[in-house]
């Protein structure tokens, strides 16, 4: 077996308690390392960062991360310090940070990997937010329409066009979740070379062979913000469900600015049976869970999900962007809804409440399917294509 020094670069802090992307690497660093192979993990922030036991956890010395050069000169030195022979950088689009690599990977010829960490469609399947969030609030106003959303899209795919070229020019290989995402960068620049890509998925720490004795929840988990994750389809779908089902509970696992606006609506119109936990460890609740609800209107990989049914819990999601169908099997493994179609959804828990034997076949079905993102059998994934370029 080849012993691999493996280097990945963070922007964000590295608290796996932080996000999607910290947690991947989290338990990318924590497999590589168990496996036997030397992990390092640089973060360009330089604060909020958490060492770990079993691998190297280094970060930038200065504020304003990439930004700063003394923080790039940092970089450097570790580089220098550890030799790696395989350095992937989780988020690739900053471009001060890919242009050092590029000639670093020159100077010592290691192994460069990009990865794909959101859908590449977040913009195109969200853009009134992305208007609202990126433009000023009187220009914004003239986008709110036909001609003007059309417009920031044709912006949109130009700048994401030039990165995208970039990250294929840069580095060795693309690392994708999965099939779908090939039509996504098809759509920003046409054809390319595709033997840059590889499609990897997320992964899940631990599968039960058994599904948990449930309770009679439907759960929601994950921030609790309008932006991205429609919080505020909640409760109008909860109370869609309560008076049909009246010994169910509906539990709010997580935080976000829309905490104490939902907290407000539960009290000012008596909304029966919701508790709000705050930010917990997610499995305690995915144990006891019945049902999974995702009202986003885009994802990345969505990590919970796949939690989820990772303990038997059956998704019930808003089909709204195209991994989804490739993650899961609607009918089989999960249900799959309309986008933002809450009589839809509403619907389809309370049927297959009263269907046991349909619920048990799709509750069994989610338990095999996460399977496929085993952190073991991901992190082969991962090892077979050092092993394919290092042998080659």
Same mark, same amino acid.
């Given at each position: 077996m080849i012993k691999y020094n493996i280097l990945f670069i963070l922007v964000p802090s590295f608290n796996p308690n932080d996000g999607g992307v910290q947690m991947t690497t989290f338990k990318l660093a924590s497999q590589f390392s168990k496996l036997g192979h030397n992990v390092?993990?640089?973060?360009?922030?330089?604060?909020?960062?958490?060492?770990?036991?079993?691998?190297?956890?280094?970060?930038?010395?200065?504020?304003?991360?990439?930004?700063?050069?003394?923080?790039?000169?940092?970089l450097d030195k570790?580089?220098?310090?550890?030799?790696?022979?395989v350095v992937v950088n989780q988020m690739p689009y900053e471009w001060v940070v890919s242009e050092f690599l590029l000639r670093k990977k020159y100077e010592l010829d290691f192994f460069l990997l990009a990865c794909l960490r959101n859908t590449l469609f977040s913009v195109r399947l969200n853009i009134d937010e992305y208007i609202l969030?990126?433009?000023p609030k009187g220009i914004g106003l003239l986008f709110q329409n036909f001609f003007?959303?059309?417009?920031? @899209?044709?912006?949109?795919?130009?700048?994401?066009?030039?990165?995208?070229?970039?990250?294929?020019?840069?580095?060795?290989?693309?690392i994708m979740f999965g099939p779908q995402n090939l039509d996504e960068i098809r759509y920003f620049i046409g054809d390319f070379k595709n033997e840059k890509l590889?499609?990897?998925?997320?992964?899940?720490?631990?599968?039960?062979?058994?599904?948990?004795?449930?309770?009679?929840?439907?759960?929601? /988990?994950?921030?609790?913000t309008r932006t991205q994750k429609k919080v505020e389809l909640l409760l109008p779908l909860w109370k869609k469900l309560m008076d049909r089902i009246p010994d169910w509970e509906f539990w709010i696992v997580g935080e976000g600015d829309e905490r104490s606006e939902i907290e407000f609506i539960i009290q000012d119109e008596n909304i029966a049976r919701v508790r709000i936990w705050g930010k917990q460890d997610p499995y305690m609740f995915y144990e006891k869970a019945s049902f999974f609800i995702m009202t986003s209107s885009f994802e990345g990989f969505p990590n919970t999900l796949i939690e989820a049914q990772s303990r038997g819990v059956v998704p019930v999601v808003m089909n709204t962007y195209p991994l989804l169908e490739?993650?899961?099997?609607?009918?089989?493994? &999960?249900?799959?809804?309309?986008?933002?179609? /809450?009589?839809?959804?509403?619907?389809?828990?309370?049927?297959?409440? /009263?269907? @046991?034997?349909?619920?048990?076949?799709? @509750?069994?079905? &989610? /338990?095999?399917?996460a399977r496929r993102f085993d952190i073991d059998t991901v992190g082969q994934m991962w090892i077979k294509l050092f092993d394919k370029h290092f042998k080659n």
């Open positions: 390092t993990v640089f973060s360009f922030s330089n604060i909020g960062n958490l060492n770990h036991e079993s691998f190297k956890v280094i970060w930038a010395s200065k504020e304003k991360g990439s930004n700063n050069p003394q923080n790039i000169r940092d570790y580089i220098d310090d550890i030799r790696p022979n969030n990126t433009i003007g959303r059309t417009l920031f @899209q044709i912006i949109h795919k130009f700048r994401h066009a030039k990165d995208l070229r970039m990250i294929l020019n840069v580095y060795d290989r693309f590889e499609y990897i998925p997320n992964s899940i720490p631990s599968i039960l062979q058994e599904i948990p004795s449930k309770e009679k929840v439907v759960l929601y /988990l994950g921030r609790v490739w993650l899961i099997k609607d009918n089989h493994n &999960a249900i799959l809804i309309e986008p933002y179609d /809450l009589d839809q959804m509403a619907n389809e828990i309370f049927n297959l409440i /009263l269907d @046991q034997e349909r619920f048990a076949r799709i @509750q069994k079905n &989610a /338990l095999l399917n």
